[in-house]
């Protein structure tokens, strides 16, 4: 009976066991409230053995929390975290995960070149090999490294740093970005602004130079819904994401194009236009001292008052004429 169970066992595990490759993500541990969606809409849970397949977005509630490993790699997800992971090539691997929300740990392989990319709705992080985590709110992203070495690039703000282990880099979605460090903080340099590959949580917006809502040409744009009912993920690589090595050089322009840098919105808002209807030099003529002031004038209205000229009908000589005693005694 021991002999049946145990081969029934193996034969429930070996698809799980044959179905891993080199480049695939398996769960190394996993609690409930861990769930993946390949189609966007239906939700699968995820156990301990599973292989995570690839362009699959994993979500994890509020006790929800999940490791991966690939090789030497692993990604761990915090409590409510959802993020995509998409991997293409073979000899030369690339990955992209894209992170919308939550905490993630990572610990990649290190290489030659980049090879590794986190986007947020905030900023990009691109490392060759590095221990670092991850952190996504509503309304900004932060990298804090503890090995290696990860170029963090702000989309809005238009700002690139290198973050070397003991250093953080923090980008909001109105302040741009911000570096500190446990003895010295990483320089920021100024490079060309570009567009978010994900939104931010409760928005269908993304973060960049265009300040818009459509996603890149080369970006298949669509929505996924976790469990928990969050929504407006973008899946897919496209030339928003950045994803330049952490040793090049930083000489890049920065483009005039970014948010708030355009003149042409200013305009309605210029005061020499607005300011003519409230023009304090026409609208004073009426107050003008000098023409209200004559019916005021004291010299004219004071004629009505002249002494000389009412008098005369009091007169006593002209009344008088009707009782002369001398003309009615003719008769």
Request: no cysteine; charged share 20%.
């Amino acid at each position: 009976m021991r002999i049946l169970i145990s081969i029934l066992l193996i034969l429930t595990l070996m698809p799980t066991f044959v179905l891993a490759s080199e480049g695939d993500w398996q769960v190394a541990k996993t609690t409930q409230q861990v769930n993946y969606t390949l189609d966007k809409q239906g939700w699968n849970a995820v156990r301990t053995g599973d292989i995570i397949p690839n362009n699959a977005w994993i979500s994890t509630g509020p006790k929800g929390r999940v490791q991966l490993t690939r090789g030497v790699e692993s990604l761990s997800f915090q409590p409510n975290t959802l993020a995509g992971i998409f991997t293409s090539g073979t000899n030369d691997r690339k990955t992209e995960v894209v992170q919308q929300k939550g905490v993630l740990d990572l610990e990649i392989e290190k290489r030659d070149h980049p090879h590794t990319t986190v986007q947020t709705p905030f900023l990009a992080a691109v490392v060759k090999g590095t221990k670092f985590r991850v952190s996504v709110t509503k309304s900004a992203a932060a990298v804090s490294v503890n090995r290696g070495l990860v170029q963090v690039t702000s989309f809005a703000s238009g700002q690139r740093s290198n973050v070397a282990a003991g250093q953080s880099a923090s980008v909001d979605s109105v302040k741009g970005m911000t570096v500190a460090g446990v003895t010295t903080a990483p320089s920021i340099a100024a490079v060309a602004p570009s567009i978010a590959r994900v939104s931010a949580v409760g928005t269908t917006s993304l973060s960049g130079a265009a300040a818009t809502t459509s996603e890149p040409s080369a970006s298949p744009e669509s929505s996924v819904s976790s469990p928990a009912g969050t929504t407006g993920v973008k899946s897919g690589t496209g030339s928003g994401s950045n994803t330049s090595s952490p040793d090049s050089s930083d000489d890049d322009k920065s483009g005039g194009a970014g948010t708030g840098g355009d003149v042409k919105p200013g305009k309605p808002s210029d005061p020499a236009k607005p300011g003519k209807p409230g023009d304090p030099g026409k609208p004073g003529k009426p107050s003008d001292p000098d023409k209200p002031g004559k019916p005021d004038d004291k010299g004219k209205p004071g004629k009505d008052d002249d002494k000389d000229k009412p008098g005369k009908p009091d007169d006593k000589g002209k009344p008088g004429k009707d009782n002369h005693k001398g003309k009615p005694g003719k008769p």
